[in-house]
């Protein structure tokens, strides 16, 4: 927490107590969260139909405005809590969204988060009436990015309000390129997790097949592994022994 500096100098006192904000435009601040999941091979987003106007009932990232007495990352916790029931998930700051047009109300200023979330706490909001996550479309390869589109249950394009096709754009794109070198793709697991889970969520993040046995060994000499001692259950196949996530290296 950073402290409060109170000023010593008469001049800056005089100053702050005389100090109109009025004699300059005023922003609105708002915060914009893309929140994330992988499942059958594809990305998801959790996706909220907007309320009231504008874009009254298109569809749109979880978002509000940030409270005077709040940090941005409290306010993204708390838009993400009050539109989606989602609580202490991992949750980092992805860019700043300013074109002077994203919004017809007025000139809003938007802090774009990701949150990563496992498909089972997304299974678990849809059976309490909260969001249901959507599939997304990637049109571009690698990390050359631009806006991403969704899909409904049909399969066909839905459109996206204010600039939240590029903001779903800039997250994917976001953890493309730190997938190698951040460990954020066990965000995407439950606690318990096998290898080929592990790597399934590195193929759909990076929409590109992995070689199986290179894969595991770069994952097991990381150091971010631990074996649990336990197996797979209730799986069709040889049951798989299954790790846990060290955090050794920061996220």
């Given at each position: ?52 106007h504008p874009f009254r ?167 971010l592994l631990k074996a ?24």
């Open positions: 927490m950073t402290a409060n500096i109170t000023p010593t100098d008469p001049g800056e006192k005089t100053l702050l107590e005389r100090y109109n904000p009025d004699r300059f435009p005023r922003h609105s601040l708002a915060v914009d969260v893309a929140a994330l999941s992988t499942f059958d091979g594809d990305l998801w987003a959790l996706i909220i139909q907007r309320q009231s009932e298109i569809m749109a990232l979880p978002g509000g405005f940030i409270g005077l007495d709040e940090s941005l990352g409290q306010a993204a916790a708390r838009i993400l809590d009050r539109e989606t029931g989602l609580k202490n998930v991992f949750l980092e700051q992805l860019y700043t969204f300013g074109d002077p047009g994203r919004d017809p109300r007025t000139r809003i200023i938007a802090v774009a988060y990701y949150a990563l979330i496992d498909w089972e706490r997304m299974q678990h909001l849809k059976s309490q009436g909260h969001p249901m996550p959507l599939r997304l479309s990637v049109p571009w390869a690698g990390v050359s990015g631009g806006p991403v589109q969704i899909l409904d249950q049909e399969g066909n394009l839905l459109p996206l309000a204010f600039d939240h096709a590029e903001i779903l754009g800039m997250a994917v794109k976001r953890i493309r390129g730190k997938l190698d070198y951040v460990p954020i793709g066990f965000q995407l697991l439950p606690s318990c997790f096998s290898l080929r889970q592990l790597q399934e969520v590195h193929e759909t993040i990076l929409n590109q097949k992995l070689n199986k046995d290179s894969f595991r060994r770069r994952m097991l000499a990381s150091g649990t001692g336990e197996l797979e259950e209730d799986v069709d196949h040889r049951p798989a022994e299954l790790y846990r996530f060290t955090r050794k290296s920061a996220i």
